[in-house]
């Protein structure tokens, strides 16, 4: 089976200091992983994805994850907070079921950005 | 890519009630996933629904209680049956772009469902 842990449900930061969103996953086979942005009321916007290319993703808006196989993690990482960053974040990991892929959302970790 | 629309966007209901939920893909797709987000939680799978087929449940979700049709490749409904406060969450309903693990997925707008 396959999982995904947040290993941290708030991470508070000041602007334009770097943020560091932690995610474990488990698989059984190499994963394909994936981390959602979701604002206030808004809907699910994905920041970018591991597929078993380069093990460093470079998203949008500044951030970046790398897939770390060894450490089973998948932190998400920007160098510079903004306010708009704040933010609920989702790491998530498909796993085959029935000749396709489902997704497996973690709990999420949301992101508080101060002046 | 894949534009999906449900329906209602938000309702408000009574204790012992139930609700359909819609949900319509402007293409083809092979599978459906229905997912519930209560207040400050996480996205939780209730089931996966494939076209010509019984739906499957995750562990905790029944189909007495979350009954879905799937009667073609564009729509499927998702019911709340004898709903209770507990019940109150955001219902979104989401396909992938293929069948590859790493195809995008798309989600719904969501229904905002309310149980008094």
């Known amino acids: 089976a396959q999982s995904v842990t947040q290993l941290d449900s708030h991470v508070s930061v000041s602007e334009g200091t770097p943020v560091l969103l932690r995610c474990n996953y488990s698989?059984?086979?190499?994963?394909?992983l994936f981390w959602y942005v979701q604002h206030p009321n808004k809907g699910l916007q994905l920041l970018l994805k591991?597929?078993?290319?380069?093990?460093l993703v470079k998203g949008i808006n500044g951030f970046e994850a790398e897939f770390k196989k060894s450490e089973t993690s998948f932190h998400l990482t920007k160098p510079s907070a903004h306010m708009s960053d704040a933010a609920e974040y989702f790491c998530?990991?498909?796993?085959?079921?029935?000749?396709?892929?489902?997704?497996?959302f973690g709990r999420g970790t949301s992101l508080i950005v101060h002046p | 890519s894949a534009v999906i629309s449900q329906k209602p966007s938000r309702d408000i209901c009574q204790r012992g009630t139930s609700l359909t939920i819609q949900c319509q893909v402007d293409?083809?797709?092979?599978?459906m996933f229905w997912y519930r987000q209560q207040p400050g939680q996480s996205l939780t799978l209730i089931a996966t629904?494939?076209?010509?087929?019984?739906?499957?449940?995750e562990s905790g979700f029944v189909i007495d209680k979350f009954p879905i049709s799937r009667p073609n490749l564009t729509f499927s409904t998702l019911t709340v049956s004898n709903m209770s406060p507990e019940d109150s969450s955001i219902y979104l309903c989401?396909?992938?772009?293929?069948?590859?693990?790493?195809?995008?997925?798309?989600f719904g707008p969501g229904t905002r469902l309310t149980v008094l």
């Open positions: 591991y597929t078993s290319a380069a093990t």
């Open positions: 998530v990991v498909r796993h085959a079921s029935g000749g396709s892929y489902i997704p497996t």
């Open positions: 989401t396909t992938l772009g293929g069948l590859a693990a790493d195809n995008e997925q798309f």
């Open positions: 629904a494939n076209q010509g087929s019984e739906a499957t449940y």
């Open positions: 698989s059984s086979y190499s994963p394909s």
């Open positions: 293409s083809q797709v092979t599978m």
